[in-house]
């Protein structure tokens, strides 16, 4: 059973960069098979892509935010990470990990993590 | 991109059925096959119920079913049961420049 766990600081202020990591077991990043994203969600709203990460550094970006995000990726730590730069309070969000979608097709997001919220607030 | 419309709300009996519907456009629902959904509980991550349309993952009851008429999805939960009560998202593959885009989100309540 493949698990994800988001880590990193549930506080951040505006104008600076969100970090998360999240961290895999029950699966490899290196498995080839599928990507892996980050997705948000406003407290009472809906959800948003945010980008995604092959185990090769590979990566594409939900274009409204391409310019701000950076997404990597540590195959010897079973892990990979969001970086968010500039960040305002509308971003005060839940934050989820989730594995997908597949390599070969483009369709879903099968396992999420359990999601962190994230304050933008000074 | 605007994300897919959802009706804000839909209700049933326990063992009625239920329809969500998932409208995009030709760029997204219309143009592939990769329509997924969500069902989330409160304050709990999404859990993946429908993927490519309409097929099931290991686990989901066989009440859960989707499909897809140009450029409008559905999902439909049939036998309804109390703990189907819960956000529904549906989600399309939009292409090599957009990606992903989701809907509003629909509340089902079991009446």
Redo the contacts between chains.
Sequence with gaps: QVQLQESGPGLVKPSETLSLTCTVSGGSVSSGSYYWSWIRQPPGK????IG?IYYSGST?Y???LKSRVTISVDTSKNQFSLKLSSVTAAETAVY?CARG?EAV??????Y????TLVTVSS | QSALTQPRSVSGSPGQSVTISCTGTSFDVGDYNYVSWYQQHPGKAPKLMIYDVSKRPSGVPDRFSGSKSGNTASLTISGLQAEDEADYYCCSYAGSYTFYVFGTGTKVTVL
């Design positions: 809906g959800l948003e892509w995604y594409n939900n274009p409204s989820y979608p097709t483009r369709g879903h997001f099968d999420w993590g359990q999601g």
